[in-house]
């Protein structure tokens, strides 16, 4: 598609998005300021991104870190405001890549994690803002901590590792009615004085947003289908 064409239609579909989100919050009683919009670029070139950077999209989600070690560092030299999340499982012998790419790591989810965090730390890396992945759904396959066991990591995260937990994020499972999971979320980072939440995809991101998302992690609703 050519550069003009595609910068068009990144602004449409962004404006199309930020006109929902309103709605959404405005319909929440809330302020639409308060939601972010992470842009879930994963499969997604560097060509294609480009025209939302453009456009003033300035937070972006990847969910692999060689596949964002292999776009972002060039994508974000001319944009020094970009935010980057990390939305997918992180391998702890990847941590040193993912501490140099990542603004916002979402996905801590489980304790070998954050000791390698604190390793980093004691090593004088600077760490990301961190979120805590939960499994709403406790879906074998999926990652993040059972909701049982949140409370117990978040108070080793407070007290044993001093990590500075923003927040909560998790995926509901693809068949679930996604409301009760967002609630859950949502219940369990108002037990702890957590304030973000991630939480809300395409398909269901209203439906987020009314249950408090402060993140909603898009990818085919802003970029169209998987490249
Ligand atoms: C891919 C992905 C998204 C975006 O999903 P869409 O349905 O394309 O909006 C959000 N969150 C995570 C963790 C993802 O892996």
């Keep these: 598609m050519p550069q003009d064409k595609q910068s ?5 579909r962004l404006d199309e998005i930020r006109g929902r989100m309103a709605l959404a919050a405005k319909a929440a009683q809330r302020d639409p300021a308060s939601i972010t919009l992470v842009a879930v670029s994963k499969t997604f070139d560097a060509s294609v991104i480009k025209p939302y950077l453009l456009a003033g999209q300035r937070v972006f989600g990847e969910n692999r870190v060689q596949e964002a070690a292999g776009k972002w560092p060039s994508l974000r030299a001319g944009y020094s405001d970009v935010e980057l999340h990390l939305i997918g499982p992180l391998q702890t012998n990847k941590l040193d890549e993912a501490l140099d790419l990542f603004d916002v790591i979402e996905t801590l989810d489980r304790e ?3 000791l390698a965090l604190v390793k980093a730390r004691d090593k004088g ?15 074998p396959q999926k990652a993040g901590l059972l909701p049982a066991a949140v ?4 108070q ?14 998790c995926i509901p499972p693809v068949d679930a009615e996604p409301g009760a999971h967002f609630a ?3 219940q369990l980072a108002r037990a702890h004085g957590l304030h ?18 402060t993140h909603i992690r898009l990818g085919g609703a802003l970029f169209g289908g998987r490249g």
């Design 151 to 154: 409370p117990g990591f978040l």
């Design 196 to 213: 973000k939440l991630s939480m809300g995809m395409s398909a269901d991101f209203e439906i987020a947003i009314r249950a408090g998302a």
């Design 156 to 169: 080793n995260c407070r007290d044993q590792w001093h990590l500075d937990i923003e927040g909560l994020m």
């Design 8 to 12: 068009l239609l990144s602004r449409v």
């Design 125 to 139: 890396r600077r760490l990301p803002r961190l979120l805590v992945q939960v499994n709403t759904g406790a879906e």
């Design 112 to 114: 070998k994690l954050a």
């Design 184 to 186: 859950l979320l949502a």
